[in-house]
C-alpha cells in the first residue's frame, strides 16, 4: 500500500509579546552581579553564586497565564518557594503547583524583571548561598539595583512551535478560531479526490492524545481535532482509500519533540504520571482503545500506529515492548485484522522488535528514512546520498523483510528532500527513483512526509508540488507495487 501523510492537524505559529513554552532563560542578580543556579542540577537550593551562566543556571520556561510561570531546571524539577517557613527557595517541586508558579513583572527597556512568588512577596538575592521569597513592599520594587530586581537572559526564544505552544499561546478562543480555520481549510475532499487519481490509496495522518476527549480536550487544546479525522475517513472511504490512525503524541511526550506536544522538550512518557497518578502509558492506553472502538468498523481504516519515534534516550526497549504488547491486546478486543503498527526506538535497531513478530498477527514495522538530519548527512554528494538508499537503507529493509517472524515492513515517513545545496531537478529525480525502488521493498509499502505543506522555501517536503514539478517522478509501473 503507497501512503502519502497528510499532516491534518500541522500548527500555524506566531510570535507573542511574551514568554512562551520552552523558552531558556536565565536570571542575573542587578546587586551581586551573579547568576541564578540550580546547584547540582536540581533537587536543592536555588543560589546565586555563578559568574557564568550554563546548564545549571538555564530554566524551561512553562507559561499557565499572561505573566505566571513555572521554571523547570537541569533535572527536570521546578524552582519552588514551597518552603514558606524559611522562605528558601529551592529546586524541589515535583510538578508546576501554586508554590512553584511565579508573576514575572518585565521591564522591557532593559530586561529586568521582578518575580512574584504565590506567597505574594518577591524574590530577592541578599546572599549568594541562598534566594528568598520575602522581599516585603507596600508596593512593586522599583527597577533600580535592588535585591528583588534581575535581569532575565533569554538564551533560546521559542524553540518548539507544536501544537501544544500554539495553543497556550493564543489561548482558548483565539485558539480555536486558528485552528478551526486551519482544518476547515488546509485540507478537503478533493486532496482525496487528487491522491486517488494520481494512484495514492491511502494516508497516514497524525494525531494527538487529546483527540480521545474532543470536544472537552485538555487545556490547552481545543477541540477540533476529532471531526477532522472523522471528515478524513469519510472522504477516504468516498475515494476508496485507507487511513492509518498514527498516534503522534502522547501524555509526557515520547521524545521531547514539538511534534509530540511536548512543554518544553523534555520527555517523561515512560515514568510519568498525572496529577491523579495515573501513569501517562495508562493514559496513552486508553487513547488506543478510543481509537479502536471508534474507527474498527470503518471500512477506511487500514491500521493503527500504536507510537511515533520514541526516542532511545527517553524510553526503555523493555518499557516500549510492554506498551506495544498492551496497546495491540486492546486492539485485538475490536478487530482481528485491523494492522498494528509500532515504531521503532529513534537512535535504536529495529530489529530489537522482530521478536514480537512471533507474538502479533496483522502487524507492521515502521521505519523512516530522512537523509537530511544528522552529521551522516551534511557532507554527502548527489552520488553518495543515492548510493546510501540503494546499498544501506535496501540492506535494512531486506534484512527485516527476511527475519521479520511475520512482521510486515513499512517505509511511513521519508521525504525527496536532502542536505545537498544547488543540487539540480535531474539530481531530485535521482534521488525521488532511487527511494521509490527501495522503499517499494517494503512489504507493507510507504508514506511520503507530507502530502502539503504551507512553507514554499521547503517545496521538496510538499508530495504534491514535487509531483507536480516534476522533481518527485511516477513510475513508468505507476506508484502501486
Given at each position: 500500500m503507497k501512503i502519502a501523510s497528510s499532516n491534518c492537524d500541522s500548527t500555524i505559529f506566531l510570535l507573542l509579546n511574551f514568554l512562551q513554552d520552552g523558552s531558556q532563560i536565565q536570571f542575573?542578580?542587578?546587586?551581586?552581579?551573579?547568576?541564578?543556579?540550580?546547584?547540582?542540577?536540581?533537587?536543592?537550593?536555588?543560589?546565586?553564586?555563578?559568574?557564568?551562566?550554563?546548564?545549571?543556571?538555564?530554566?524551561k520556561v512553562w507559561r499557565h497565564a499572561d505573566n505566571v510561570y513555572s521554571f523547570r531546571v537541569f533535572n527536570n524539577q521546578f524552582i519552588s518557594a514551597l518552603n514558606a517557613s524559611a522562605a528558601v527557595v529551592g529546586a524541589t517541586g515535583g510538578a508546576a503547583g501554586k508554590w512553584e508558579r511565579?508573576?514575572?513583572?518585565?521591564?522591557l527597556k532593559n530586561n529586568r524583571v521582578h518575580i512574584k512568588a504565590y506567597n505574594g512577596m518577591y524574590l530577592q538575592a541578599r546572599d549568594v548561598n541562598k534566594v528568598t521569597a520575602d522581599y516585603m513592599s507596600s508596593s512593586e520594587p522599583d527597577w533600580g539595583d535592588n535585591s528583588a530586581t534581575f535581569e532575565m537572559?533569554?538564551?533560546?526564544?521559542?524553540?518548539?512551535?507544536g501544537e501544544y505552544q500554539l495553543a497556550n499561546g493564543f489561548g482558548p478562543v483565539d485558539a480555536a478560531r486558528v485552528l478551526k480555520y486551519?482544518?476547515?481549510?488546509?485540507?478537503?475532499?478533493?486532496?482525496?479526490?487528487?491522491?486517488?487519481?494520481?494512484?495514492?490509496?491511502?494516508?497516514?495522518?497524525?494525531?494527538?492524545?487529546?483527540?480521545?476527549?474532543?470536544?472537552?480536550?485538555?487545556?490547552?487544546?481545543?477541540?477540533?481535532?476529532?471531526?477532522?479525522?472523522?471528515?478524513?475517513?469519510?472522504w477516504a472511504e468516498n475515494n476508496d482509500m485507507k487511513i492509518i490512525i498514527d498516534l503522534h503524541a502522547v501524555p509526557g511526550s515520547q521524545n521531547g519533540q514539538e511534534h509530540s506536544a511536548s512543554i518544553d522538550g523534555v520527555s517523561q512518557w515512560a515514568t510519568g504520571r498525572n496529577d491523579y497518578g495515573k501513569s501517562y502509558i495508562d493514559l496513552t492506553l486508553e487513547v488506543i482503545e478510543f481509537l479502536a472502538s471508534r474507527y474498527s468498523g470503518r471500512q477506511g481504516l487500514y491500521g493503527i500506529e500504536l507510537l511515533n519515534e520514541p526516542m532511545i534516550h527517553y524510553v526503555p526497549i523493555d518499557t516500549l515492548k510492554s506498551y506495544y504488547r498492551k496497546g495491540y491486546e486492546i486492539m485485538r478486543r475490536y478487530s482481528a485484522e485491523t494492522y498494528v503498527l509500532i515504531s521503532p526506538l529513534v537512535g535504536g535497531d529495529p530489529g530489537d522488535l522482530l521478536d514480537l513478530g512471533n507474538e502479533f498477527f496483522n502487524s507492521i514495522i515502521d521505519l523512516?528514512?530522512?537523509?537530511?538530519?544528522?552529521?551522516?548527512?551534511?557532507?554527502?554528494?548527489?552520488?553518495?546520498?543515492?548510493?546510501?538508499?540503494?546499498?544501506?537503507?535496501?540492506?535494512?529493509?531486506t534484512r527485516l523483510n527476511q527475519r521479520g517472524n511475520g512482521l510486515l515492513t513499512f517505509v511511513g515517513e521519508w521525504t525527496n528532500e536532502w542536505a545537498v545545496r544547488g543540487a539540480s531537478q535531474e539530481d531530485y529525480q535521482r534521488f525521488g527513483q532511487v527511494q521509490l525502488q527501495m522503499y517499494g521493498q517494503a512489504?507493507?509499502?510507504?508514506?511520503?512526509?507530507?502530502?502539503?505543506?504551507?512553507?514554499?522555501?521547503?517545496?521538496?517536503w510538499d508530495f504534491k508540488q514535487s509531483y507536480e514539478t516534476r522533481y518527485l517522478l511516477r513510475p513508468s509501473s505507476g506508484w502501486l507495487h
Open positions: 542575573r542578580s542587578v546587586t551581586l552581579n551573579k547568576f541564578m543556579s540550580a546547584e547540582g542540577g536540581g533537587g536543592g537550593k536555588i543560589m546565586i553564586n555563578r559568574q557564568v551562566g550554563s546548564d545549571w543556571e538555564t530554566f511565579f508573576t514575572l513583572t518585565r521591564n537572559i533569554i538564551t533560546i526564544a521559542s524553540p518548539l512551535h486551519h482544518r476547515d481549510s488546509f485540507i478537503s475532499a478533493n486532496d482525496f479526490e487528487y491522491l486517488s487519481k494520481i494512484g495514492i490509496n491511502g494516508v497516514r495522518i497524525p494525531v494527538g492524545y487529546w483527540i480521545a476527549s474532543d470536544p472537552h480536550p485538555p487545556k490547552p487544546f481545543v477541540p477540533g481535532s476529532l471531526q477532522a479525522l472523522d471528515n478524513a475517513f469519510l523512516h528514512y530522512y537523509n537530511v538530519f544528522g552529521d551522516t548527512f551534511s557532507n554527502m554528494t548527489v552520488q553518495q546520498n543515492v548510493d546510501y538508499v540503494s546499498v544501506n537503507r535496501h540492506q535494512e529493509i512489504t507493507a509499502g510507504w508514506a511520503y512526509w507530507n502530502y502539503i505543506i504551507d512553507d514554499p522555501s521547503n517545496n521538496h
